[in-house]
Every structure is written in structure tokens, then in C-alpha cells.
């Protein structure tokens, strides 16, 4: 049975930091697009960051340079490092998987995506 497990988040202030992780279980994270999206109170669910073609990286531009995608195939687990939080970050964060790869130009929409974690949630204080 495939299962994506989203752990991590929280509350935290301002300019303050939190990892997620998101564990997969039933298959090999390293032969799939991995992705991280999030869905604030009342907005859609938008594509954060996702591991392309060619071991890249994609990421949203408005978290650019203080998200961090990374994974431990060993694990199974991908990760999202996120620094310098902002009030606009607050929403659930949820880990996602496509089998294959894919290119930066189709990392959304979300219907994308075969399989889903349930969720975390962050919460940004000022």
C-alpha cells in the first residue's frame, strides 16, 4: 500500500525556521516526482517545490532562496527545510508523488499527483 507520512510542522514566529518531512512507504521516492504544496484558509493548493528531471529542483518563487528540498533515498523520505518564515507562509503543507519524472514547466496542478500525504500544518506568528 502506498503511503506518504507529512510530519514537521507547527507553530513559529517571524523569521523563525521548521523542517517538514514527508516518509513514503509501498514505493521508492527516487523513482517518482516528489513534491511539496500547500493550501492556506480559503486558497488553492499550490505546487512549493518539486524534484524535476535531472536531480533539479523546482521552486515556487515567492519561497526561493529560504526553502530547501532535500531527500535520503535510504530513508525513503523527502524533506522541506524552511527558513526566514513569513506570515503569508501559514497554511497545511502537504507532501505529494507522481510516478517518474518530470519537467520544471509541469510541476502543477495538483491533480497531477497520484499519491498525497494527510497534511501538517504551519502556522506563522508574527
Known amino acids: 500500500e502506498v503511503q506518504l507520512q507529512a510530519s514537521g510542522g507547527g507553530m513559529v514566529q517571524a523569521g523563525g525556521s521548521l523542517t517538514l518531512s514527508c516518509s513514503a512507504s509501498?514505493?521508492?521516492?527516487?523513482?517518482?516526482?516528489m513534491a511539496w504544496f500547500r493550501q492556506a484558509p480559503g486558497g488553492e493548493r499550490e505546487i512549493i517545490s518539486c524534484?524535476?528531471?535531472?536531480?533539479?529542483?523546482f521552486y515556487k518563487d515567492s519561497v526561493r532562496g529560504r526553502f530547501t528540498f532535500s531527500s535520503d533515498a535510504a530513508k525513503n523520505t523527502v524533506y522541506l527545510q524552511m527558513n526566514s518564515l513569513k506570515l503569508e507562509d501559514t497554511a497545511v503543507y502537504y507532501c505529494?508523488?507522481?510516478?517518474?519524472?518530470?519537467?520544471?514547466?509541469?510541476?502543477?496542478?495538483?491533480?497531477?499527483?497520484?499519491?498525497w500525504g494527510q497534511g501538517t500544518l504551519v502556522t506563522v506568528s508574527s
Open positions: 505529494a508523488a507522481k510516478p517518474g519524472v518530470i519537467t520544471s514547466t509541469i510541476v502543477s496542478p495538483a491533480s497531477k499527483y497520484d499519491y
Open positions: 524534484s524535476v528531471i535531472d536531480d533539479s529542483i
Open positions: 509501498g514505493f521508492a521516492t527516487d523513482g517518482y516526482a
